[in-house]
């Protein structure tokens, strides 16, 4: 029984010995590739121009009083048709005007730099930049000021003839600092 046995495994070693020496003739090694993240092209509305606006005030005790002059900055994420993340860009608005009142375009001539690359814009936030006044420069936190605001998830979109706007909540700055809020109510 014994011989039998050894005889046994003695013609499947056989056997495979065999048939991985015919298949390695045939057999070829591909070299790996990432995955490809299908691409989804544009439809009009997404390629047209995107512009953000809102105001900026100096909130003085109670009083807002709108700032002529002061920016807010609007920093992006893109990706290309792989799915890759390209280097974040930015834009500063336009000056505001004497109610406050400021526009930020993001167009394509922006991109310029992403030449012969398929793109799209994955995330979008807008912070406040600079305010020209002395005496109310110091940045608050109200809706995003500091931080950043997700420009789709928190401001009104509207659908234009030339251009997606986008509507944020108003920034502050203040004269006063910021009072440190403490924890531990006094104990």
């Not at 401001?155 to 909540?169: D, G, I, V």
Request: charged share 20%; proline share 7%; net charge positive.
């Amino acid at each position: 029984m014994k011989a039998t046995t050894a005889a046994f495994s003695a013609i499947v070693l056989l056997f495979s010995v065999v048939t991985s020496v015919i298949s390695a003739g045939t057999y070829e090694v591909t070299p790996a590739t990432k995955p490809r993240i299908p691409y989804k092209p544009y439809d009009n509305d997404v390629t047209k121009p995107i512009a953000i606006q809102g105001l900026i005030y100096c909130k003085s005790g109670s009083k807002l009083i709108p700032i002529k002059g002061a920016t807010a900055r609007v920093t992006c994420l893109a990706r290309n048709h792989l799915g890759l993340e390209l280097a974040p860009f930015s834009v500063s608005s336009c000056p505001s005007d004497d109610k406050g009142y400021f526009l930020a375009k993001l167009s394509p001539q922006v991109t310029k730099f992403y030449k012969k690359v398929e793109w799209e814009l994955k995330e979008c936030k807008a912070y406040l930049e600079k305010s020209p006044l002395k005496e109310c420069k110091v940045p608050l936190d109200i809706n995003g000021g500091i931080k950043g605001v997700h420009i789709v998830s928190s401001s009104t979109h509207r659908l234009l003839k030339n251009a997606n706007l986008y509507s944020l909540k108003p920034f502050f700055y203040t004269s006063d600092e910021p009072k440190p809020v403490s924890d531990n109510k006094g104990y």
